[in-house]
């Protein structure tokens, strides 16, 4: 550890900085082995409670910290992860991101980022990552990360948080995702509930990369209308996440008159359409409602206030990253998962339809 309290080579007025303890000073306190001190420190169950409770008092009086660098030689364990992303601005990337990280730093590991390209030459790219030691995370909710996260070696420490995958079907590594299928479903029965006849869908890309095969968001949406006996719409997007995006595809909707309910992939494309129906003269909810998906921080902010489904991206993050430590460290056992499910958030944008 640095020893501050020093600038440009005289030493400072203050009173001189104390060293830090160190885990020897510990054991001196302790009346113990430094090796018992560390084994308490990473909670290993062969100490007796009486000494482990002696250690911890001695680490809270001298005010011990771990050097982690120190831990990882020792440990043999590399006490960081990479992870793999195509985008880290998109709401529902950065929030797992944010879960990942605050995960990976209450355990002591740092956290590096490698933003994917469709440049990139992916094989490459895993390899490269891999060799930084550690363990790799794939946020792999597209299809550019879904390909990353195909491609990891076999014997290297690996987890992802994905798309719902199909069913009977499972991920190539350890991942956690949400039931957007089913959050889907629940959405567009919700329109249908308000009285509209259908429920046009703007979709997301989905993590298989092509037209014919449908994410579990379109799925959902599809499943409800047909369950109702209806005949599901052409969907439309599929090739963007943005507002743009979601405006483009807008313009096209506001123009049929019969377009009473849409159900959109995420905010973003929400907030396009939004835009889109004001500029066409059409009402929200009025004349048509709208409900996005995520719950991202702004739409309960926007005019009118966005119905929305509420997706816990941060839990998924922290269950992602429990995934991959547990095949770190052979010592950890990871907790059950926090991600429950999601909620339909009931706001201004989606309303009983007008006869």
């Not at 990353?148 to 069913?167: K, Y």
């Not at 329109?191 to 869908?201: D, F, K, S």
Request: hydrophobic share 40%.
């Amino acid at each position: 550890m640095d020893v501050t309290g020093h600038t440009s080579g005289k030493p400072s007025s203050g009173p001189a900085p104390r060293k830090a303890a160190s885990i020897r000073d510990v054991a001196q306190a302790a009346g113990v082995s430094y090796q018992t001190v560390s084994r308490v420190i990473n909670g290993h169950p062969n100490v007796r409670e009486e000494t482990r409770k002696r250690v911890e008092a001695a680490i809270g009086a001298l005010g011990f910290r771990r050097n982690a660098t120190a831990f990882a030689l020792a440990s043999g364990v590399t006490r960081s992860v990479t992870v793999l992303t195509s985008d880290t601005t998109l709401y529902g990337y950065a929030a797992t991101l944010q879960g990942l990280e605050e995960a990976a730093r209450a355990a002591g590991y740092s956290l590096g980022v490698k933003v994917l390209t469709a440049e990139d030459d992916l094989d490459r790219t895993v390899s490269s990552a891999a060799a930084n030691g550690g363990g790799l995370m794939v946020i792999g909710f597209d299809r550019l990360a879904a390909s990353a996260l195909s491609r990891v070696p076999a014997d290297v420490p690996c987890a992802a948080v994905v798309e719902a995958p199909s069913h009977g079907q499972a991920p190539p590594r350890p991942a956690v995702w949400a039931d957007d299928r089913e959050a889907a479903r629940a959405a567009t029965a919700h329109l249908l509930q308000l009285g509209h006849r259908t429920v046009h869908y703007v979709a997301i890309p989905t993590s298989a990369g092509t037209r014919r095969s449908e994410g579990p968001r379109t799925q959902g949406w599809r499943s409800a209308l047909e369950t109702a006996g209806i005949t599901p719409p052409e969907p439309h997007g599929g090739k963007g996440w943005d507002a743009q995006a979601g405006y483009d595809e807008g313009r096209r909707l506001a123009d049929d008159p019969d377009v009473t309910a849409i159900l959109c992939g995420n905010d973003d494309l929400a907030l396009g359409v939004l835009r889109a129906l004001h500029h066409a003269g059409r009402s929200v909810p009025g004349d048509v409602s709208v409900i996005g998906f995520d719950d991202a921080p702004h739409s309960g902010f926007l005019t009118p206030s966005l119905t929305t489904v509420r997706m816990d991206f941060q839990g998924l993050g922290r269950d992602a990253f429990n995934l991959l430590r547990s095949q770190l460290e052979d010592h950890f056992e990871p907790p059950a998962p926090t991600f429950v499910g999601t909620d339909l958030m009931i706001r201004e944008s989606s309303a009983p339809r007008h006869t």
